[in-house]
């Protein structure tokens, strides 16, 4: 925070500039083609990466994340944009259903009904401040709201404004050389311009990535508008693993290797971060665990305020009764390293609300149990996350079966033999999940299926084919799959 | 209200008997096959159907509407289970997407992944007082979340308490009687246990067809919760009609009897029903609508209340200074008659938000315009529709065209040279719309996408096949349609 030569907040006069052009820009960018919006979005991956050298070195400074690490983020960031790209020219997001007249239909005759979807209207982002390029400036909820057709206003996170200030002159002059009309994209700076967005009325919608209580106000205020507007926060989780006595067993080490490889990753500075951990007592596993601790180094975290309030969470955590330090620290160092805490089941189940509450940085707690039962016991009293992980043994049908299906209904994401950090970007990947992983657990803020958080359907009755939009028209010109009195149909 | 024989509100200990079972019956019913719970929603059009004399005869003595029409009704209500059935037989709606393991991913390797959508967990339903059928204790939103694999909890509509109760009776003992759990659907009775269904932590999203106040009293309890929940509200509309010169000039009297017809249906009792029509000056389509509507008889209204609300919103808009009587009278009789206003598009253009109000009930308010750019300028202010109509003529390409557009940035479903009452249940309609037309404008509670609302999408990280749910395990056993690797798949 307050870096030297950080940009000011912006003024009254620009933010009204801002939002008024990003509105002005609503009808021209939904008029874009999806071809076209293609185009901008490759233009910006391409700008981006062309600056990358620049890029990481004003993001290493800000935010004291490793060079190579930041390189392979503006990759997922430039990656992320063109898979995009593809979404727009294959044509499924628009959703397109064309039901033709029909005087025979059970109910009564039904008319000529084309159903396709469009974007919602200028959109607010904020910024996190985990991932400087893959969930900020250019990054998921950007690339997918522009790849709907919306106009987006960033507000920039404080823990790396002049990077979000460059990224944004990058994005801006990309996408007007790519011929996107003005106010496709602007970046605000100031936590009061971002209080102004969320219930400014040109505003259609907010995707959110940061902590439960800067989303959860956000979301209050967007729910209690005039004009509601839906609001997509990711607010975190705790993402807990469940180690199988069968796991702990035969792949004690691997298991040890894996947990500690995912919790320390990023300085333990993702909403994905494993931080709860049930382990058969009596399992060598924690053996393993605290000398795997012991080794690893410390590191610097994204900037004070983030290691002041994981110093703070920590703290907490370990000034339980329930809680023990199994390695590390509880007084967290200027440069962190893992902290890891231990509890029993029985105590665990007695506190849980206190206990499993998210440590932004490389802590967790690991908790006892007893019996393979109490997995399930402790899956179904979890609160929604992002992630819920099952280190098992497929001999062990009869719990891991139950506990997949409980930890369906808990997550967005359910992983087996795996680790939750590292997320994919692919079409089938779901980050999301129950509140308060997330304020709109149907939907995803990374994948493909981003894009529908951004769009609204309208259907057309009875419209003749040349007033029609093109990928309703009886030909199919963009050529776009539709499902045609209600069979699938791909062209 | 308040009818002889009409069952009390439901007692506190029967609340929480209703809730609970939903709630234990929320795993049983989303882990039945899609395939059984078709059979349960086609157990129940039978049910219903059987039941229909007896069910109809009711409904004539609680909603005084005419037999023919709640006969209609009731086979749309049947239908509408059976297409629902039709759905989860297809198997779309699932949206299943599947990525095999890449380590040549563009960003890095990707680990196998596998993303359904999931049912939410227990609904609650409010129901509506104008369809007494199809939008009340068995109708689209209870049809559409069951679909889901969703528990349903109803809150009767007090203005058909004894329908409400015998339907479901119906409703239960088909549903018991095809296998589905116990919990799968329940009713209650009272203000009250609304009141409490939207706050209750054991339902997972609500469902609502009513008044704008009503329905946002209830989105902000939802939202307002310590987890909040979706709540799908269908709120009213003024559903705005767009006469271009041209049809005004070549269609007069097909309009007239077109708009007179739509406005009347039902006693003006429909939330699609249009209470806004822009008409050129001078036309002689006004002389038609005036002579038209002086033929009108009037009709019994559902009840008391609802025409006393009427009475209060005609009463309000007479009066207005912009406002002067056409047909019919600002003083609404016990069985009213169509009411028809006309004002200036000048001085319409002075006091929108008072006079694009809706009236519940047979009256409309008509809007003189001078030049047809006027219809684009009313068009671009008018607040979220259901449904916006244009009666033009192609010739006028150069009005409809724009016109057309920005009324898809405003209403749910467009028209053209139709009219918005008579909503049909088919794969392409969207009964939906920006606010205040519904809390939810991504959805749509009428039409087979109605289903969408009530899901959530998990993916599943490199989980072996035979601990998949069928429709993610590598040979699709239930044959359900496919998005493979980024491509789709028809199976």
């Not at 925070?1 to 990003?22: F, G, I, K, L, R």
């Not at 690893?296 to 330090?325: C, K, Q, S």
């Amino acid at each position: 925070m307050n870096q030297p030569n950080a940009p000011a907040p912006t003024s009254d006069a620009d933010y009204e500039q801002v939002v008024s052009t990003a509105a002005a820009a609503a009808a021209p960018v939904a008029a874009a083609t999806p071809a076209d919006r293609a185009g901008w979005l490759e233009a910006v991956a391409a700008a981006l990466a062309d600056a990358a050298d620049e890029l990481v070195e004003i993001a290493q400074d800000e935010t004291r994340l490793p060079e190579p690490r930041l390189r392979g983020e503006l990759v997922r960031t430039t990656f992320q944009l063109g898979l995009f790209a593809d979404v727009l020219r294959e044509g499924s997001y628009l959703g397109v259903r064309v039901d033709h007249a029909d005087p025979e239909w059970g109910m009564g005759p039904r008319p000529d009904l084309r159903r396709m979807q469009r974007p919602l209207g200028p959109v607010a982002v904020w910024a996190a401040s985990n991932f400087p390029f893959a969930f900020s400036v250019a990054g998921g909820d950007t690339a997918s709201a522009l790849a709907a057709g919306c106009p987006v206003v960033v507000k920039a996170h404080p823990g790396h404004l002049r990077l979000s200030q460059r990224t944004a002159q990058v994005v801006t002059n990309a996408l007007h050389q790519a011929g996107a009309p003005d106010g496709t994209f602007a970046l605000v700076v100031g936590t009061d311009n971002g209080r102004l967005l969320v219930t400014d009325p040109r505003i259609k919608a907010g995707a959110f990535t940061g902590s439960l209580a800067g989303g959860r106000a956000l979301f209050d205020l967007a729910a209690a508008r005039p004009e509601p507007i839906p609001f997509f926060g990711e607010l975190g989780s705790v993402n807990p693993v469940f180690v199988t006595p069968g796991a702990a067993a035969e792949r004690s080490q691997d298991v040890a290797e894996g947990f500690l490889g995912s919790v320390t990753l990023g300085v333990g500075q993702f909403c994905t971060k494993p931080g709860l951990v049930f382990v058969p007592s009596g399992s060598g596993l924690v053996d393993r665990l605290a000398e795997g601790a012991a080794g690893l180094p410390g590191a610097p975290m994204l900037n004070d305020r983030i290691r002041e309030g994981f110093a703070t969470a920590v703290g907490e955590l370990a000034a339980r009764p329930e809680v023990t330090v199994l390695a590390g620290s509880a007084e967290v160092a200027e440069e962190p390293s893992l902290a890891l805490f231990t509890t029993t089941y029985d105590q665990h189940a007695r506190a849980r609300e206190q206990l499993e509450v998210e440590c932004f940085g490389p802590a967790a707690l690991i908790v006892y149990y007893d019996d393979p039962a109490q997995l399930l016991e402790a899956a179904a009293a979890i609160e929604g996350q992002l992630t819920a992980t099952v280190q098992g043994t497929e001999a062990e049908a009869g719990v891991v079966g139950p506990l997949l299906d409980v930890l369906a209904d808990r997550a967005g994401r359910v992983l087996w033999n795996g680790w939750p950090t590292g997320v994919s970007v692919t079409h089938a990947m779901e980050h999301g999940g129950p509140y308060p992983a997330t304020t709109a657990a149907s939907t995803t803020s990374v994948g493909t299926a981003a894009v529908e958080r951004f769009l609204r359907p309208v259907s057309y009755q009875s419209v003749p084919d040349d007033l029609l939009p093109p990928p309703l028209q009886e030909a199919n010109p963009w050529g776009v799959p539709r499902r045609v009195d209600g069979v699938l149909q791909i062209p």
